[in-house]
């Protein structure tokens, strides 16, 4: 399987199943449009025919050669020997869990997919320190072999149970040497609260730190208010510069959420970096089509073009010195993840799991409410294996739309929560969420590729 596409003045054709790249002349370009295995001893004389009409014969010829070659090296419509590796997709170790340690929020975000904090469940609440506790436990006692282990203090806004994450911290780190694993903890903010004195614990405890943010002032304090109404940027930015700052700018990013209302969200991107952060993640809300700052299908177009004129943008700042991360854009065409992790991705439900305040355990944090996918209780020591199996099996090969798609080992089918709240289904892909995943893809492939060939001499300015 190949796929391929013209961007930014380049012909590029991915090789889905090796994940080669490859920068191609128009001649092939148009070629690949005309065949494809099992190839023929000679070009076939119909092929020649056709292209002929803007190519020379023998040209055609000779690009019709190189192409069997690079399929005879396994470079180029290469066979997936990914599939078999599916068998082994069962259920693991528990190595992750999202704490929600704080059922409730300081803002009042108009897009929030957890209702303002209290998930849709009616009822604000604090996480109490003997059941984060339990949680804690939980994963300590669930997690096999795994030494490192992932905790992210969640909410709503954890900074509001501060108290209660400090004490889980330390009994987290009284617990390792015990059970020989280290927690690598990561804190999720609005950044309402915090102060100097936050800024120290989290800087010293947390490996990363995430800061919610939607960029532009104007942009940012339309959706993401405080309770009185009133808008949030002013009240976060400095506090965001200044534990950067202090983090030495490294394990952090400020993560942002575009909609309806700012399809030029590639101006919120460049206003972060300006602003001196160079982790950035802007992210596209996810939501009914019936609310009004909803993204459909009727804004892909202009999405596409805003990722393609913010790839020229990172290309363009990159030549001038002035490097910056876009999380969805980054991409490792070298090495990339192992082959179970290209085949199911996050791991929700499996080897990741979300806890509330009363101790519920589900698969992840957006199927907090889903009575469906409630996994257990930590206070009554029940958990549900079998969900735990129907998330390990819920990789590309059992979805069938992405087992044909080209994306397939980059996306790892998609967000089984967003699939399910979407259609009903983990295993049915959210075709818009697939849309918008597939433009950045080509968008951070062309990245990749630019970069290499301009280093190879291939390009000019």
Known sequence: MIHKYKLNGLNIVLDVHSGGVHLVDDITYDLLDNVSPPFEKECPEWVIEKMMRFHDERDVITCYNEIVQLYNEGVLFSEDDYEKYAAYSVASPVKAMCLLVEQDCNLRCEYCFAST???????????????GKKAMDFLLENSGDRENLELDFFGGEPLMNWDVVKQLVEYGRSREKEYGKRFRFTVTTN?????????????????????????????????????????????????????????????????????????????????????????ISV???VSEPSMKYAITERE??????????????????????????????????????????????????????????????Y?????????????????????????????????????PDCKKCWAKFYCS????????????????AHKLSCEMEKKRLECAIMIKAAKAAEEAGVLSE
């Open 363 to 399: 698969p992840c944090h957006q199927f907090v409410g889903i009575e469906n996918y409630r996994m257990g209780n930590i206070n009554d020591g029940t958990f549900n294996t079998d969900i735990k199996k129907e998330f390990a099996a819920a990789h590309i090969y059992n979805k």
């Open 413 to 428: 089918g998609g967000c089984n929560a967003n699939n399910y709240i979407y259609t009903g289904n983990i295993l049915t």
């Open 191 to 279: 950044g309402m609260l915090l102060d100097r004195e936050k800024m120290d614990f989290i800087n010293k405890e947390m490996s990363n730190v995430v800061l919610s943010v939607d960029g532009r002032k104007e942009v940012n304090d339309r959706v993401r208010k405080r309770v009185d109404g009133t808008g949030s940027y002013d009240r976060i930015m400095d506090k965001y510069k200044e534990i950067v700052e202090l983090r030495g700018h490294e394990n952090y990013y400020v993560r942002g959420t575009f909609t309806k209302y700012n399809l030029d969200f590639a101006e919120d991107v460049v206003h972060l970096y300006e602003q001196g952060f160079d982790q």
């Open 300 to 361: 892909l177009p202009a999405i596409f073009s805003e990722y393609e004129r913010l790839a020229d943008i990172i290309l363009e700042h990159d030549k001038q010195g002035r490097h910056f991360n876009f999380f969805h854009f980054m991409l490792d065409l070298d090495q990339g993840p192992c082959a179970i992790k290209r085949l199911r991705g996050c791991g929700s439900g499996n080897e990741y799991v979300a806890i509330t305040p009363e101790g519920d355990i």
């Open 283 to 285: 992210e596209p809300v």
């Open 117 to 131: 904090g209290d998930y849709g469940l009616g009822k604000r609440m604090h996480m109490s320190f003997e059941t």
